[in-house]
Structures are given as structure tokens and as C-alpha cells.
């Protein structure tokens, strides 16, 4: 453990403080890291990336397509996490013939 600043020998309080929130780091517990909560933020995180990935693909597709999005549908299409809506939205960005066209079912 290094010493503070000069002057201050390993009895120093600033010093014996510092040893024990380091000792209680090094010894902290991390088992909740592997628990349920750990695995529902890994799960979220990987749900979060898939959504983000196939919004990423249905602009690709649209721009492929050479069909125009406004910056309010970019947003909707960027802005949705939920994989079934994106699904459709996807599956009609084969058929549309205009940005709005994949909201609409039908």
C-alpha cells in the first residue's frame, strides 16, 4: 500500500482508512454478479442489442430499396425495443413502397 502525502506514515488515519476500504473491495462478495439479476441485465442487454440490430437491418433494407425515411420514422424505427413489432415492420419493408407504409398493416 503507498503512503499518502509526505509526512504521513502507515498510521495515519487517512492511511488505515484507505487499508480497509481496499481490504473490503478486494473481499467484497460478487456472487450476485452471477445470480438471477445478473442473468435478467445480461438478458435485457441481449434483447436490447437484437432490437437495436434489426432496426439497424430495416433501414439498411429501406435504403436498399431506395425508399425514403423521415427523421420522425428513423426515430420510431430506432426508438422501438419490441422484437414483434420490428419483425412486421421488417417483413413489410419488403412490400412498401414508402417510409410510412411499414406502420400499417394490411
Given at each position: 500500500m503507498?503512503?499518502?502525502p509526505v509526512g504521513w506514515g502507515a498510521g495515519h488515519p487517512a492511511i488505515r482508512v484507505k487499508a480497509h476500504l481496499?481490504?473490503?473491495f478486494v473481499t467484497m462478495d460478487t456472487s450476485m454478479l452471477r445470480g438471477s439479476?445478473?442473468?435478467s441485465l445480461r438478458e435485457?442487454?441481449?434483447a436490447h442489442g437484437a432490437?437495436?440490430?434489426r432496426a439497424r437491418d430495416l433501414l439498411r433494407l429501406?435504403?436498399?430499396r431506395k425508399i425514403e425515411?423521415?427523421?420522425a420514422e428513423r426515430e420510431r424505427i430506432t426508438a422501438c425495443m419490441d422484437p414483434e413489432v420490428l419483425e412486421g415492420w421488417f417483413d413489410r419493408a419488403f412490400t412498401a413502397e414508402r417510409g410510412e407504409d411499414?406502420?400499417?398493416e394490411g
Open positions: 503507498t503512503a499518502g481496499w481490504g473490503t439479476i445478473a442473468r435485457e442487454g441481449q432490437a437495436r440490430a429501406l435504403e436498399f425515411v423521415t427523421a411499414i406502420f400499417t
